[in-house]
C-alpha cells in the first residue's frame, strides 16, 4: 500500500502536543489519532466479495517532570508519566 492508498482512505487524524515550564517544573501532553476506512475486495470472492475494514487508533500521553539541573540553557529533568494506546479494528 503507497502513501497516497493511506491519504485516501485517512478519514479523520490529529497530532497535537503542549509544554509548559514553571520555575524547575514541567507539564507535558501528546496525543495522536487517525480513522482509516476502506473498503477492500477479498481474493477470490469465496466468503465475501467485499469487507468494509475500519481502524482507529488513539494514543496519548501525559508527563510530569523537575529540573533537577539547568546551567546556560542546558537542562536534565526527571521526568515521570503515563500513556494509553488503543486501536480498534473492525471488519464488516
Do not use: C
Not at 487524524?13 to 509544554?19: I, K, Q, V
Not at 477470490?44 to 469487507?51: C, E, F, V
Amino acid at each position: 500500500m503507497s502513501f497516497s492508498d493511506v491519504l485516501h482512505h485517512l478519514k479523520f487524524g490529529f497530532m497535537g502536543l503542549t509544554e509548559a515550564r514553571n520555575g524547575p517544573f514541567t507539564i507535558s501532553t501528546d496525543i495522536v489519532y487517525a480513522k482509516l476506512d476502506a473498503n477492500i475486495g477479498t481474493p477470490k470472492g469465496i466468503l465475501a466479495s467485499n469487507i468494509d475494514a475500519t481502524v482507529s487508533t488513539f494514543m496519548g500521553t501525559a508527563l510530569g517532570g523537575y529540573s533537577v539541573y539547568y546551567q546556560d540553557g542546558t537542562n536534565f529533568d526527571l521526568v515521570a508519566g503515563a500513556r494509553l494506546w488503543s486501536v480498534d479494528n473492525s471488519f464488516d
